[in-house]
């Protein structure tokens, strides 16, 4: 899994949050993207912290962003999320990833992560399961999208779109 992230950008930390020693923060890294930390100390607005090959890292407390507890760790749908920022948000796509659960909701929006291998993820059997099923019911998926486009369809009566963004090569013909 690619992660692109651009951490010489102005990122600062949505809300107001406090961090103590002990405590687990994500700092943008330039190799990592983010990279998960221990808080070592907080001193005058500034975070004093290691990474697990003991790197120490010192940054404002705004860019030091706070970890979801760990059974948090690849929810289905990130608005399920404790903390919703950059960091955490690539972390559960990449948790769920690496199980190879390539989909993942944020509320009725659908992330894909190209797999670049085959998964048994497309049969008529599977596509049955969605059928009439409201989304989140079951794990995300394409079938649940277009599922609930075409159950709106039928109601309203009214055209519906999807739109499917991404990068040549990235499997948006899949």
């Known amino acids: 899994l690619l992660l692109i992230c651009y951490p010489g950008s102005d990122m600062a930390a949505p809300a107001p949050y406090s961090l103590a020693k002990g405590d687990r923060c ?18 005058k607005g500034t975070v004093t912290c290691f990474d697990a090959n003991y790197k120490v890292f010192s940054v404002k407390l705004e860019q030091a962003y706070p970890v979801n507890p760990p059974h948090m760790d690849g929810v289905k749908d990130n608005t399920e ?3 919703l920022q950059d960091p955490s948000l690539l972390h559960n796509i990449r948790t769920r990833y690496v199980r190879d659960e390539i989909y993942t909701f944020t509320a009725y929006i659908l992330i894909a992560v190209n797999p670049y291998k085959p998964l048994p993820l497309y049969s008529p059997e599977i596509m049955q399961q969605y059928m009439g099923q409201p989304i989140g019911k079951l794990p995300p998926h394409v079938y649940a999208l277009t599922d609930r486009a075409y159950r709106s369809l039928k109601n309203s009566g009214r055209s519906q779109s999807i739109v499917v963004s991404g990068e040549s090569g990235a499997g948006k013909t899949e």
């Open 26 to 43: 994500w700092i943008a890294d330039e190799q990592e993207c983010f990279v998960l930390c221990t808080v070592k100390d907080v001193v």
């Open 81 to 83: 999320l404790m903390y």
